[in-house]
T-cell receptor, first 115, second 113 residues
């Protein structure tokens, strides 16, 4: 069964360092998403991506964050200069259609720890 | 803006007990409603959904009914199993194309034999 895969599963980094989280969405999906969950808090939307551009982003997704789909398969989230409060579980998701009645398929998450 | 409120966990039950996890929402228009489940060490996966008022979503013995009058989408199961132990997330999706899901905080369910 096709699935969304994420790497790394866990990354520890020093404050101020750049981090890239990688995702391989399901191959025929068109819409891609990043969410994050700070421990004990809600799963929060960061950004959605369609047709090689951002279609929606939240207030959390500031200039420190960027996304790209460099090669038609990977979908990456870059945090340019990490802060302590970026420590969270980051989930990638994809869907066949724009999310209204459709289903999101999630990866297992990448845990980021910023020291 | 749109929001989802779930009952606080953790919920601890014995096998075969009845489960209810409450979820209420605030939204403009007519959103779709979802329950996602996250088993230990795995990603979130769709458990069930309902796309309009009075719809009942069901899967694996779980049910939830979209109640517009009470703005609720409570998750129920008549007889839980140890394998149901997981984190359950209620979510709301606007019917505007490309908009994101809004999740609740998640409710941890622990079922013992």
């Amino acid at each position: 069964e096709p699935e969304v895969t994420q790497t790394p599963s866990h990354q520890v980094t020093q404050m101020g360092q750049e981090v890239i989280l990688r995702c391989v969405p399901i191959s025929n999906h068109l819409y891609f998403y990043w969410y994050r969950q700070i421990l004990g808090q809600k799963v929060e939307f960061l950004v959605s991506f369609y047709n090689n551009e951002i279609s929606e982003k939240s207030e959390i997704f500031d200039d420190q964050f960027s996304v790209e789909r460099p090669d038609g398969s990977n979908f990456t989230l870059k945090i340019r200069s990490t802060k302590l409060e970026d420590s969270a579980m980051y989930f990638c998701a994809s869907s066949v259609q724009a999310l209204n009645t459709g289903e999101l398929f999630f990866g297992e998450g990448s845990r980021l720890t910023v020291l | 803006g749109n929001s989802v409120t779930q009952m606080e966990g953790p919920v601890t039950l014995s096998e075969e007990a009845f489960l209810t996890i409450n979820c209420t929402y605030t939204a403009t228009g007519y959103p779709s409603l979802f329950w996602y489940v996250q088993y230990p060490g795995e990603g979130l996966q769709l458990l069930l959904k309902a796309t309009k008022a009075d719809d009942k979503g069901s899967n694996k013995g779980f049910e939830a009914t979209y109640r517009k009058e009470t703005t609720s989408f409570h998750l129920e199961k008549g007889s839980v199993q140890v394998s149901d132990s997981a984190v359950y997330f209620c979510a709301l999706g606007s019917n505007q194309a490309g908009t994101a899901l809004i999740f609740g905080k998640g409710t941890t369910l622990s079922v013992s034999s």
